[in-house]
């Protein structure tokens, strides 16, 4: 049963435009949700998170949005530059202890020059 | 920031010989540093959490006995596998997590690529 889901498995979006990655939850019990970004045989980058306190988190180019009553949260990418290109894994935690994080599949992102 | 080192980042091994990773947190303490696995096309799945100076806990279907975790010092935790076999091939990633915080971002190794032949 995963508990955190990527529908999506690629996205394509030439490059200016918004990119917007989306993901669904299903434990209710998550209460910090990020993003990471991952290249082929490289660890995952830590790129923005947000408290289920809040509802939007904004850092540069990127910002994540979370909608609880939904459980879902999206990563708008704006503008899109050919350098986003690579896969995009949300993940979330649960508990107030360092627990770790449990991961979609992730969206492999395409920015289109 | 934060960074996570881990050793080797690819190793090709024959079937039934044993592999040891090293995960090293590099300007942090980590009391617990967490194992992940990577199929292709897959998600990262969590393996085990390490945690020092004790056993360490493994998720439901990883074996133990093959997959030995020790985590001798505040910045150093080992996965080997042992009597490896082709199906063990598989990206493998160390994460950690600076103290400061419980709800702040795990940060990963750069993996280790396995290959068993």
């Known amino acids: 049963d995963q508990q955190v889901k990527q529908n999506s498995p690629s996205l394509s979006v030439q490059e200016g435009r918004i990119s917007i990655l989306n993901c669904d939850y299903t434990?209710?019990?998550?209460?910090?949700f990020l993003w990471y970004k991952k290249y082929p045989a490289e660890g995952p980058t830590f790129l923005i998170s947000?408290?289920?306190?809040?509802d939007k988190n904004e850092d540069g180019r990127f910002t994540v949005f979370l909608n609880k009553s939904a459980k879902h949260l999206s990563l708008h990418i704006v503008p899109s530059q050919p350098g986003d290109s690579a896969v995009y894994f949300c993940?979330?935690?649960?508990?107030?202890?360092?627990?770790?994080?449990?991961f979609g599949k992730g969206t492999r992102l395409s920015v289109i020059a | 920031g934060a960074v996570v080192s881990q050793h080797p980042s690819r190793v090709i091994c024959k079937s039934g010989t044993s592999v040891k990773i090293e995960c090293r947190s590099l300007?942090?303490?980590?009391?617990?540093m967490f194992w992940y696995r990577q199929f292709p096309k897959k998600s990262l799945m969590l393996m085990a959490t390490s945690n020092e100076g004790s056993k360490a806990t493994y998720e439901q279907g990883v074996e133990k006995d093959k997959f030995l975790i020790n985590h001798a010092s505040l910045t150093l935790s080992t996965l080997t596998v042992t009597s490896a076999h082709p199906e063990d091939s598989s990206f493998y990633i160390c994460?950690?997590?600076?103290?400061?915080?419980?709800?702040?971002?795990?940060?990963f190794g750069n993996g280790t690529r396995l290959t068993v032949t």
């Open positions: 994460s950690a997590r600076e103290a400061l915080s419980y709800n702040s971002p795990l940060h």
């Open positions: 947000i408290s289920s306190i809040k």
């Open positions: 300007d942090f303490q980590a009391t617990t």
């Open positions: 434990n209710s019990m998550f209460d910090y």
């Open positions: 993940a979330a935690k649960g508990g107030s202890g360092n627990t770790p994080l449990v």
